[in-house]
């Protein structure tokens, strides 16, 4: 640093000079001069961290040179060291702003404690003036998130409107911030599956680099983006003209949506809400500019919806009727593996969803219902467990759908492959099978303890719908078809004349000949002795079973 010392007397300005120890102030330098002008000039050339001057000199006083001195730097620290104790003095160098005003004679003690102190404030004033340009210059760089999070709070509230000038001005807004607003919603649809989503932090990416496509279209616009609400990313359009704001927002959210799908491949849909003249109706934009993405949830993907036309699609009152009976005769043709009725249902269902075309919302109800009350169907007649799995991960991915044609046609696909499991399931035929294949259980197992709640686990199916499918295919009970098939194989083997009745009892399931006896007399009207006595014409081998 350097240090001027003004002084017309030359041994007060060589005591100054010599006595006080400026190396202890970090002061390297010390000029001198001994009258106003010539300290004038020096500081001009110098730029002196520290002036100490006199007030009574030859040529320029010392007051007059710090008046010129504080035209050109108001902060430089100024010690007035005079002999005259003089208010006007005094008051002069208070209105110069001076740091000390110290009376001579004065010790050099006294001078150096003095320049000590000033030295002291200016490092401390100068770190306070670091720090608020810093402070200062940090809040500069936050002014946009401040402005975004003040505008957020806005047309999520309705609330800041009446700020003074001087804050709009600190947020850098035009006064038309608080003369009429839209909001639009620019919803992204995170794909399924996909190995550049399946990562958070991948998709993070994907959601910053949209936010950034969205701020290149919107703010030459005068719009501002705002943050994400999870994946709906809010813009807001200012202005007093409704049609001219209406207009701006619509055309920005199409190209941003467009955008968004060709640079990286991602669905997105754009709902807008009013124009609004109050900042206190904002958050009714914010709200409507959602709804109008609820609509757009059914209607596909790279669209914008603004909010009178989405309450037009939303509406329930000209729904057609839920074609509840045919989703009822849907399900039970495929419980029972009817693919022509299946088909047949289906296709009246669909004819009701597209002649005239039903809003998706509706189309998406009718499907789900019939997905729905197919598996509930199936699950009580006991499908196997890979059909319920494929069932649910179904509805789940119907739930995703946007488009009301590819509802229909991806329940069509489903409700078919479906049929097809089923049928494959139960040999190809249909219920048939299922029947053909406990007729073969019985054929082969006959001799056994039989159980029919087994035979239906087996074929995943519940024992009441397989009850109900076995009589309904062959006629009589499965109880029935069971007893006649073991008396028929015991009369063959009684044909034989080899065996006797407890042999055969035991040969055909019947444990006890004595219920084997009641049995075969209930199918064939008399005991089992009677009938081997008829067919061999004399005594029979093991009468003690009658």
Request: charged share 25%; net charge negative; with cysteine.
């Amino acid at each position: 640093m350097r240090a001027l010392l003004v002084e017309d007397e030359i041994h007060v300005l060589e005591g100054l000079k010599s006595i006080i120890p400026w190396g202890d102030f970090q002061i390297r330098e010390v000029v001198t001069a001994m009258n106003g002008r010539d300290g004038l000039e020096k500081f001009l050339k110098w730029s002196p961290e520290l002036i100490v001057t006199d007030i009574i000199m030859p040529v320029m006083s010392g007051l007059e040179m710090i008046e010129k001195i504080r035209e050109i730097d108001r902060n430089v620290p100024i010690i007035v060291l005079s002999g005259y104790d003089d208010f006007e003095y005094a008051r002069r160098a208070i209105q110069f702003n001076v740091s000390r005003y110290i009376l001579k004679p004065a010790l050099h003690t006294e001078v150096a404690e003095v320049v000590g102190a000033v030295l002291e404030e200016r490092r401390a004033n100068r770190n306070k003036e670091s720090m608020l340009a810093e402070l200062q210059r940090k809040l500069q760089l936050h002014i946009p998130a401040l402005r975004e999070q003040f505008i957020f709070d806005m047309v999520a509230t309705g609330k800041g409107g009446d700020l003074p000038g001087r804050e709009m001005d600190f947020y850098q807004l035009d006064e038309a911030v608080g003369k009429g607003a839209v909001i639009a919603n620019i919803q992204l649809y995170r794909p399924k599956d996909n190995p550049k989503t399946n990562e958070e932090r991948d998709w993070q990416l994907l959601k910053f680099a949209a936010s950034n496509i969205a701020k290149e279209l919107v703010e030459p616009r005068g719009g501002f983006v705002l943050r994400y609400i999870e994946d709906r990313l809010p813009v807001v359009f200012f202005g007093p003209d409704k049609a001219s704001v209406v207009r701006r927002a619509v055309e920005a959210v199409t190209a941003i949506i467009r955008q968004i799908e060709i640079y990286l491949d991602l669905n997105a849909n754009a709902g807008v809400g009013r124009w609004y003249p109050s900042v206190r109706s904002y958050p009714l934009s914010m709200k409507e500019a959602a709804l109008a993405l609820q609509a757009s949830d059914y209607e596909g993907y790279q669209k914008v919806f603004l909010i009178d036309e989405t309450e037009q699609l939303m509406r329930t009152d000209h729904w057609i009727a839920y074609p509840a009976e045919q989703i009822r005769l849907l399900s039970a043709a495929l419980v029972r593996m009817d693919g022509g009725e299946v088909r047949s249902m289906w296709d009246s269902i669909r004819r009701l969803c597209s002649e005239p075309p039903a809003p998706a919302a509706f189309v998406k109800t009718v499907a789900c219902g019939a997905v729905c009350q197919a598996i509930s169907a199936v699950l009580e007649h006991g499908a196997n467990a890979p059909k319920q799995e494929s069932m649910f991960l179904f509805l789940q991915e119907l739930q995703n759908l946007h488009s009301a044609s590819e509802m229909l046609e991806r329940t069509s696909e489903r409700l078919l492959e479906w049929l097809r499991q089923m049928e494959e399931e139960a040999g190809g035929q249909g219920q048939a099978g299922y029947v053909n294949k406990v007729l073969n259980i019985v054929k082969q197992k006959y001799r056994e303890n039989l159980s029919f709640t087994e035979i239906a686990r087996e074929l995943h199916l519940s024992r009441a719908y397989l009850s109900n499918m076995f009589k309904a295919h062959t006629g009589v009970s499965f109880m029935q078809y069971l007893t006649h098939y073991r008396i028929d194989k015991a009369r063959e083997l009684m044909r034989e004349g080899k065996y006797k009745v407890y042999e055969i009892s035991e040969m055909v399931g019947y444990p006890d000949p004595s219920y084997f006896c009641r049995v075969f007399k209930n199918v064939t009207g008399q005991p089992p002795t009677e009938y081997m006595a008829r067919l061999h014409g004399g005594a029979v081998k093991g009468t003690s079973a009658h």
